[in-house]
């Protein structure tokens, strides 16, 4: 099946050299081939094994960290090649205008040193619009062709909007162009997105979200009740979870755990039964009597329909992650962030037990490369089936 995220007569991409956007200003998706160590101009090395790590190198090597920050809402972020004094004046129109939809996250830059806003060296684009999930790149008056050519390529691969703002040494257009603070800017290359697909999916998940809290109402309050007589706690559990773009937001459950659930969790990691940077055992001694039944059920999730209703999550959507099981991430892992997390996936239809990461991603990564309306409605059909035959855990 054709991605309705590639461009017409585009040939699917081989491996995952690629990932599209569900949502509009989310960067798109990267290869899962290990980074290699690189070596800029200046002779700065940077490591590139997990996300958390890399933050790390940055701030030990001076680099600025709005290189991997993460910005909310639909915020694009944006790296300027050149931190010449036109790339200065579009930096500064950003940072002073903080409310248009655009944040600069740093210069790219193989002449200036690192620090003073300038984040790396243009043979580092890719590793740093993965880890600070850019969108797009301006070319900030480049003089050097062969070196805006090979940004250029790098950017159209990793599926990033392109824009160039050229000197025009103080003449003044004679057609209308997109300006940043006066500052003309040429598309050289832009991402089209199904639009009108991505809205009947928000339309789809705030009619489903919304009917479903409604007609469940009185099944919500049952469990709520069940819950409080089963064991001392709150009845809500609500944690921080990495959402869309790695931006943490608060998800909610019906509490299945003790109420020292958490502290108790790094104690289990060495009985952990997945791979990779993802916690889950059986027989979990923290699980309460009730809570297993509604693990069983799946009936836990329940309140995420509410995370539905704030668009911080979708009814399909690759699971959202705890942030100490994110902190583990490496930098191929993260484009299954470059859309909205879900209550359900791809993955848990297909191969819920499979105790490999790899999989789940490849899984999480294969459902936003196919994506479609049709295939949300049914994994949605075989996730309730799921759950009526109990198959959860």
Known sequence: MSSPFLHPRQ????????AARLIPGAASGYGRKKPQRETGKAGASSSWGTAGSLVESRLKSGKSIHAVRRVTGGTRNVLIVGAGS?????????????????????????????????????????????????????????HDRELTLRVLRAARQLRLDVKMAPDLFGCE????????????????????????????????????????????????????????????????????????????????????????????????????????????????????????????????????????????MSLVGPRPHPLDDFSGYAIEHLPRLDVTPGITGLWQVTARRDPSFEAGLNLDIEYIHRWSLGMDL?????????VLRGSGD
Request: one cysteine or more; aromatic letters at 8%; charged letters at 25%.
């Open 173 to 312: 257009l004679t057609r209308e162009a997109e300006r940043i603070g006066g500052i003309p800017l040429f598309s050289l290359h832009e991402e089209r997105l199904p639009v009108a697909g991505l809205w009947l999916k928000r339309a789809l998940d705030m009619a489903g979200a919304g009917t479903a809290l409604v007609l469940m109402a009185p099944l919500l309050v049952l469990i709520a009740m069940c819950i409080r007589f089963d064991s001392n706690g709150p009845v809500i559990y609500a944690a921080l979870r990495a959402g869309r773009k790695g931006r943490p937001f608060r998800c909610y459950k019906f509490r299945t755990m003790v109420r020292d659930a958490d502290a108790l969790k790094q104690g289990l990691r060495k009985r952990n039964q997945r791979e990779g940077p993802f916690f889950k055992i059986t027989d979990d001694p923290r699980v309460t009597r009730f809570g297993r039944i509604l693990r069983r059920y799946s009936f836990d999730e329940l309140p995420q329909l509410w995370n539905v209703l704030k668009g911080e």
């Open 86 to 142: 036109l790339g200065h004046r579009i930096a500064s129109h950003l940072e002073k205008h903080a409310g248009i939809d655009r944040s600069f996250c740093g210069f790219l830059d193989d002449r200036k040193p690192l620090g003073n806003g300038v984040v790396g060296r243009t043979n580092e684009l890719a590793q740093l619009a993965r880890t600070g999930f850019v969108d797009e790149v301006i070319l900030a008056a480049p």
């Open 378 to 386: 049914r994994i949605l059909l075989r996730t309730a089936g799921a």
């Open 11 to 18: 040939q699917n991409p081989r491996g995952t050299e690629w």
